[in-house]
C-alpha cells in the first residue's frame, strides 16, 4: 500500500474495536485533581499505563496478529523491540496459538527480557542481537525474509496504527464534555498518527499536540524537512519514543493530523514521574511521562479547558530512579556540581561546611583521589539546594571564603567524566 494514499478509516478503527474488544476492556479516562489545580484546567489522563502488559502497545499488535491468515499465522510471526511492542507480541501470540520470533538487542535488561518471556508463555523465541535496537531489527527484517515468516513493525502499518487509534474512540466515548486537546507522546508515530486520525474525523475542534523527547525529535524534524529523515544520534533515556527515524505511514498521518510539535527535555519527563509517583501513587516510565511534562508549555493555553493526556506506559525498571531522581534535580536547578580546590590552610574542609554550604543545602557527592588531601587537594563536590535561586549566594561565599572552583554542570564531557 502507498504510504501517501492511506488514511485510517473509521469503520476500520471500529473493526479493530471489535477484535480488541476480545482481550482488552476501555482503559479509564480518569481525571487528576493535582494537575487540574496546577493548570487550572480539567486534566483527564488516559490509562494506557494499566493495560495487561502496562502499555497502549498491545493493541495495535493483537490487531495486525489477529488479521493474519490461517496461512500467514502458520509460518510464525517476528518483530525486534526492547521493550513494550515485544510484550503485545508476546501477548498475542500466547493467546492466538501463534510461534513468535522476539530479537532483542543484547543491551536489554535482564526484567524486560523475562517479563516478555513471561507473556509470551512457550510460544516464543527471543534472540539476543547486537548492541542497540537498530542492529536487532535489521537482523528481525533480514531473519522474516528469509524464513518466510511475517514481521510485525512496531509503529509504520496500517492495521498497526488502526489498533492504537482505537484509544480515541475511548476518549470520545468516556469523556461527557468535549475535548479541547489531547497531548500524545510520540516514538515512532503509531500511536500520534492512528489517534490523531480517528479524533480529527470525529472531533475536529479538537487540538491535537504531539510530544517528543528533546533528545529524539524525530517527528519533528521531519516535519521541518518536509520528508521522513533519520536522525544522526538520539538520546536513549526515553527508550519508549527515543527513534532514530519515524515511519512513512505515520508521518503522512500526523502531517494531516497534529496541531503542533513539541519537544520536553529528559530532566522534565524525569520531574513529571516523580510528581506522578508522589502525588498519585501512578508509576509510568519515560516516555509515559511525556505528555504530562508537555503540559508546562502550553499553560496558558489550556487554563479552564478540557484537556487529555495519554499515559502511554509503565514499565519502568525500580532502578532507574535514582537516575530519574538526579536528572530531575539537574532540570530544577536544585543539584550542582563543582572541582573545589581546599585552600592551603588547616580547618579549611570544616570551615566549607559551616561558612560555605547553607543550613538547608546537602552535599550529596564528595569525591578526591587517594593522591591528595581533602584538606587540601582537589574535590568534586555534589550539592543539592533547597532553591535554585540559592546557587548565586553557595558560588559567593566559595569566592569570599578562599575557595577555588570550577562549575561542572555546564560541561557535558567533563560532567559525565568525573560525576
Known sequence: MDSTQYFPQLHKISAARITLGEILAPTPLASNPYLGAKYNAN????????????????????NKIRNLSAEQSACGVVCASAGNHAQGVAFSCNRLGIKGYIYMPKTTPRQKIQQVRMFGNGNI??????????????????????????????FDDPQIIEGQATIGMEILQECKEPVDYIFIPIGGGGLASGLGACIRQMSPNTKLIGVEPEG??????????????????????????????????????CSQVLDDIITVPEGAVCT??????????????????????????????IAGKNVVCIISGSNNDITRMEEIRERSLLHQ?????????????????????????????????????KKTSRERGPVVIGIELAHPEDLETLEKKMEENGFAYEYLNDKPLLFEFLV
Open 272 to 301: 513529571s514521574i516523580l510528581e506522578m509517583y508522589n502525588r498519585n501513587a501512578i508509576v509510568v516510565e519515560p516516555a509515559g511521562a511525556l505528555a504530562v511534562a508537555a503540559l508546562e508549555q502550553y499553560k496558558d493555553k
Open 43 to 62: 486534566i483527564l489522563l488516559k490509562r494506557e499505563d494499566l493495560q495487561i502488559v502496562r502499555s497502549y502497545k498491545i493493541r495495535g499488535a493483537y
Open 125 to 154: 523465541e527471543i534472540i539476543l542481537f547486537g548492541d542497540n535496537f537498530d542492529e536487532a531489527n535489521r537482523e528481525a527484517v533480514s531473519f522474516a525474509a528469509r524464513e518466510g515468516k511475517i514481521f510485525i513493525p512496531p
Open 216 to 253: 529524539a525529535p524525530g517527528m519533528k524534524e521531519s516535519f521541518k524537512a518536509g520528508r521522513v529523515v533519520e536522525l544522526e544520534s538520539i538520546n536513549n533515556f526515553v527508550d519508549g519514543a527515543a527513534v532514530r527515524k519515524v515511519g512513512n505511514y505515520t508521518y503522512n498521518i
Open 333 to 369: 536547578g536544585l543539584k550542582h556540581y563543582f572541582i573545589v580546590r581546599f585552600p592551603q590552610r588547616a580547618g579549611a574542609l570544616r570551615s566549607f561546611i559551616t561558612d560555605v554550604v547553607g543550613p538547608k543545602d546537602d552535599i550529596t557527592h564528595f569525591s578526591y583521589t
